[in-house]
């Protein structure tokens, strides 16, 4: 256990609260990161008090959400933040930490909020530059989107991580990670390679017998999609975005072809 930054720990039937303690900066962010995320596997489901710890680096508050995808993400890892000061909570604000990990103002608050998915939920899984990872991707994605209770959009999405995944095998040939994550807008899915240049760089092909489709199947299928660079790799991203609710006639609009109401 790190003491440095352990202020109090209350193990509880159904969940445990910390109470950090101290500077959240640069030179503490490992500490609570080994901290958190040695409480979120042996308790997992972790509510953390920040009413006396104090924010110095604002990309420090990056290690909450950091650590809950390390640990496997929601609902592997439950993990909401309450009582921070106002700069804290400036912080957390503008990096947007609360749409991965709740951040709410009381303890009771944070009990009542414990079992609610955040607004955004991800999940990495690195996979291996071999023949076997396009399935093993697959499988990891269908597990999260039944654990993410959104089974209905494993389908479309498997298409997606399939030529992705395949993509970093066969032609940028290095190890890579899948990253899920699911917010209103849908499932986005990246897949980071470890090859620098520009020469993998992704394209679609012109279509033949037995090549060329897999990024025209990523573009047809995904709402979106592009290309992020790195001196080390690439990151090729899509949104599969949430299909539209189908449309409900109120059965007072339904009709004949008349024209008259049906009863």
Not at 16 to 27: K, N, T, Y
Request: aromatic letters at 4%; glycine letters at 8%; charged letters at 25%.
């Amino acid at each position: 256990m790190v003491s440095g930054v352990l202020a109090g720990l209350d193990v509880r039937d159904d969940h445990a609260v910390v109470a950090l303690s101290g500077a959240l900066r640069l030179g503490t962010q490992a500490d609570v990161r080994r901290l958190l995320l040695k409480l979120l596997t042996d308790h997992r489901r972790l509510l953390v008090d920040l009413s006396r710890m104090r924010l110095e680096w604002l990309p420090a508050v990056q290690v909450f959400p950091a650590v809950l995808t390390e640990a496997g993400g929601w609902p592997a890892g439950l993990l909401v933040l309450f009582g921070a000061d106002d700069r804290m909570a400036t912080g957390l604000g503008r990096l947007h930490v609360g749409r991965t990990v709740p951040v709410v103002a009381t303890l009771a608050a944070a009990q009542q909020r414990l079992f609610e998915r955040p607004d955004r939920v991800v999940r990495d899984r690195e996979l291996p530059a071999a023949a076997a990872a396009p399935g093993v991707a697959r499988a990891f994605l269908r597990d999260t989107c039944t654990d993410w209770e959104v089974p209905a959009m494993a389908a479309d999405a498997a298409l997606v991580v399939t030529e992705l995944v395949s993509n970093a095998v066969q032609h940028a040939g290095s190890e890579s990670r899948l990253h899920i994550g699911w917010d209103d807008r849908g499932l986005w899915i990246e897949v980071r390679d470890y090859r620098p240049g520009d020469d993998a760089r992704p394209r679609p092909r012109v279509l033949g017998a037995h090549h060329g489709r897999g990024l025209h199947v990523v573009a047809a299928v995904a709402t979106h999609w592009g290309v992020s660079d790195h001196p080390d790799g690439k990151t090729v991203w899509a949104l599969v975005a949430v299909p539209p609710a189908p449309r409900q006639i109120h059965p007072s609009t339904r009709r004949r072809r008349d024209g008259t109401a049906l009863p």
